[in-house]
């Protein structure tokens, strides 16, 4: 049993429940919008509600939605983990991504980034997760691990370790891909290495359901049974107004494993599959889902192929997260950018871009 955390008013790991939770996709500076986001996803059954701050207007937003709600908030940092000491008095986590603390203060080392950081969560009473994401690891970890996953492990590891120099508990990590067998494989590895820290799981880029459920379901079910796992999300690319799927399906998920219920169900792997991102504050443009639903149906209609599409909603993790997909398409305010692996092909607008996926699908052999 892994160690209990306190993150606000809640506590996981331990024998707690597995908590659910999930992110708000509006804008964060539409303080109206995000405030009714983060409630529904509360009054769904979110235990902790995140939100995305990239920078002070994000963070003032942040502070009046913080007076107005009771929700759990945390904030994600991306590259600009400089963020967390403005973030930190309004949240009851924060999460940092190793893979991404390299971008500042170069002249610093890792281990005085993470001793900053918990400095500030202590300051302010924070829990924080070392997120690593497949998608961002650290290159000097990639550097000295020649296996990728091994590499993706023991960043985490090597994380909680500096936790563990500076005596702080209140952490969890999460290790996170778009594919449900990677996801299983690392975090039953980090659980293995690291048996008393709590899981945070999540298939990053799920997509659309019924396909991103399934892909969820079929990571999340055998951690469940084994124990593996102390909060999750289930990341899919919803329309605003249905964000509160994610909990519903993330707790029908954690009741079903309780109760013996399976469906032991496999991602296809013969046909199209096509990753989106679940969407947050920083989608360039609200066309967004509709493009990702849009792209999806076109793959209906065309001959079946086995590859793999990305569809992600901003260039913050756009143009690195399709470099692995064989036609991967970001979004910009007003174009859509398409590459074929990580070749740049150009960038269409919304109305154009369907027809030039449609050529590069078409070069691709039928299966
Ligand atoms: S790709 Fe961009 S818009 Fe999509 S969830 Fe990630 S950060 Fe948000």
């Not at 690319?237 to 009741?255: A, M, Y």
Request: with cysteine.
């Amino acid at each position: 049993m892994t160690r209990k955390i306190r993150i606000g008013n809640l506590f996981i790991g331990g024998d707690e429940p597995v908590m659910v939770q999930s992110m708000a996709a509006t804008k964060t500076t539409d303080r109206e919008a995000t405030l009714r986001q983060v409630e529904m996803l509360h009054a769904a059954g979110a235990g902790i509600v995140r939100v995305a701050v990239d920078n002070k207007a994000d963070v003032e937003a942040l502070a009046w939605i913080k007076e107005q709600t009771q929700a759990q908030l945390s904030v994600d940092l991306q590259e600009n983990y400089l963020l967390a000491e403005l973030v930190a008095p309004f949240v009851a986590k924060f999460r940092y991504n190793p893979g991404h603390l390299h971008h500042l203060k170069p002249s610093q080392t890792t281990e005085e980034k993470v001793k900053w950081l918990v400095e500030i969560a202590r300051r302010h009473g924070n829990a924080i997760r070392i997120g690593v994401n497949c998608g961002s690891v650290a290159p000097e970890i990639l550097a000295r691990f020649p296996d990728k996953e091994e590499a993706i492990v023991q960043s985490a590891v090597e994380h909680c370790r500096y936790m563990d120099e500076l005596g702080f508990t209140d952490f969890c990590v999460s290790i996170k891909d778009s594919d449900p067998d990677t996801v299983i494989r690392v975090n039953q590895r980090f659980a293995e290495l690291r048996p008393d820290v709590p899981l945070h799981l999540g298939v990053t880029e799920a997509g659309l359901p019924p396909g991103g459920v399934v892909k969820s379901r079929q990571a999340f079910e055998p951690l469940l049974a084994k124990g593996i796992g102390a909060t999750l999300r289930v990341s899919l690319t919803l329309p605003f107004d249905d964000k509160h799927e994610e909990i519903r399906i993330g707790r029908q998920i954690v009741d079903d494993v309780k109760a013996g219920r399976f469906w032991n169900q496999k991602f296809a792997t013969d046909g199209y599959n096509i990753i989106s991102c679940p969407s947050c504050s920083r989608v360039e443009n609200e066309k967004f889902i509709v493009l990702a639903q849009s792209v999806k149906a076109l793959t209906e209609e065309l001959g079946r192929r086995k590859m793999t599409i990305a569809v992600m909603g901003c260039r913050v993790n756009g143009p690195g997260e399709t470099d692995d997909a064989d036609l991967g398409l970001w979004c910009g305010p007003r174009t859509v950018n398409l590459k074929k692996g990580p070749l740049e092909l150009g960038a269409w607008s919304y109305d154009e871009i369907l027809a030039q996926l449609r050529q590069e699908i078409e070069k691709f052999p039928e299966s």
